[in-house]
């Protein structure tokens, strides 16, 4: 049970999503700003976001759990860690939360604050790669939890560091952040069009994992208990 209230756990979780989308939409405006090198504007774009995630788990994973991911929530959840209705109204701030960084990072750069991407991503190869990218990303979570709760922030950062340069996708892998990204025309932006089969695929491959690691991190002791109990 955490020690902070509902009303203060929304406020981490709007606080973190607004500032990684912030961070996400801001470093691809400035890679783009400072270099023509897709390759350098990708790394632009992909060290910040890595380093923030390490920052904003750390400050209010104690909050809130520090999900800022639909996708997260939807898992802890299924799990049982939260309530259904909490998960709801995580989900909710999350995305409130997500819009509001892209209004303030546009509000920043002296542009439209809202201004809907024309960004091309879509196909089965994006799909996939979504669905990569957020099965690797609860794996990391859970394992993590179970191994070493401590490095979860650098667990995560680090994961989704090196998920942007092995997805197709360059590792959205948050439901949330994918729709603040539909609204910036700019480096890191999707078509709202594109969103539902990125959404999509972030969540099957969320549950995926979440049935995977439930298996690979049970252990023996658990397995034979449950044995017992249903032996006639």
């Not at 788990?57 to 104690?62: A, F, N, Q, S």
């Not at 794996?139 to 989704?160: C, D, E, H, K, Q």
């Not at 729709?179 to 709202?192: C, D, E, Q, Y």
């Not at 069009?193 to 491959?205: K, V």
Request: with cysteine; aromatic share 8%.
């Amino acid at each position: 049970m955490s020690e902070f209230d509902l009303p203060r756990r929304l406020a981490a979780e709007a606080l973190g999503t607004a500032m990684l989308v912030a961070t996400v939409v801001g470093s691809g405006i400035m890679a783009e700003t400072l270099s023509k090198d897709v390759a350098i504007q990708l790394l632009g774009n992909t060290l910040p976001t890595g380093a923030i995630l390490v920052v904003l788990i750390t400050i209010l994973g104690p909050i809130s759990g520090a999900h800022f991911n639909p996708a997260v929530s939807l898992v802890m959840a299924l799990k049982g860690d939260i309530s259904g209705h909490e998960a709801a109204r995580y989900v909710a701030v999350q995305i409130l939360g997500g819009i509001a960084g892209t209004v303030i990072t546009h509000a920043m750069f002296g542009l439209p604050l809202f201004d809907f991407s024309m960004k091309v991503r879509t196909g089965s190869a994006q799909w996939l790669a979504e669905a990569v990218a957020a099965f690797g990303l609860i794996a990391t979570i859970l394992a993590g939890i179970r191994f070493n709760r401590p490095a979860v922030p650098w667990l995560v950062g680090l994961y989704i560091t090196a998920a942007y340069w092995f997805t197709a996708s360059t590792s959205f892998a948050n439901p949330a952040v994918a729709i603040a990204r539909s609204l910036t025309n700019t480096f890191s932006g999707i078509r709202p069009i594109d969103l539902p089969g990125f959404i999509a695929s972030e969540l099957c491959g969320a549950v995926i994992a979440l049935l995977v690691m439930n298996w690979l991190l049970r252990r023996t002791d658990e397995v034979v208990t449950v044995t017992k109990e249903v032996s006639p």
